[in-house]
């Protein structure tokens, strides 16, 4: 078993950024494919990015750009930043974890095993 916690969601105003966290608990999670999915009310969950066991980031095509997937060895090894928040990126941000290769933000998500609670990011215009 792994557990999976996102932070560092909230609000924020058009134009913003914000830095998602996620931390896993397994000792191992360096070998994993990390990823980051989000789901817009009413819509279904999309993969936003991963990141692969050497630091390799694929993104969501439509998403390029103002999203960046990083990794570290420090307490919270997965980041998400998104810049220029726009309202349409109000959604709840899931963070995933799995040993999957390739590892890719095009991976179906239902091959991610384990999965954060998500957490909440709102954007006002």
């Known amino acids: 078993q792994v557990d999976v916690v996102e932070s560092g969601g909230g609000s924020v105003q058009a134009g913003g950024s914000l830095t998602l966290s996620c931390a896993a608990s397994?000792?191992?999670?360096?070998?994993?494919?990390m990823a980051w999915a989000r789901r817009v009310a009413g819509k279904e969950l999309e993969g936003v990015a991963a990141i692969d066991n050497r630091d390799t980031p694929t993104y969501a095509d439509s998403l390029k750009g103002r999203f960046t997937i990083s990794q570290d060895n420090a307490k919270n090894p997965l980041y998400l930043r998104i810049n220029n928040l726009q309202p349409e990126d109000t959604a709840m941000y899931y963070c995933?974890?799995?040993?999957?290769?390739?590892?890719?933000?095009?991976?179906?998500?239902?091959?991610?095993?384990?999965w954060g609670r998500g957490i909440l990011v709102t954007v006002s215009s």
């Open positions: 995933a974890a799995d040993w999957l290769n390739p590892c890719s933000a095009g991976l179906p998500l239902d091959q991610f095993q384990y």
């Open positions: 397994s000792a191992w999670y360096r070998t994993y494919c």
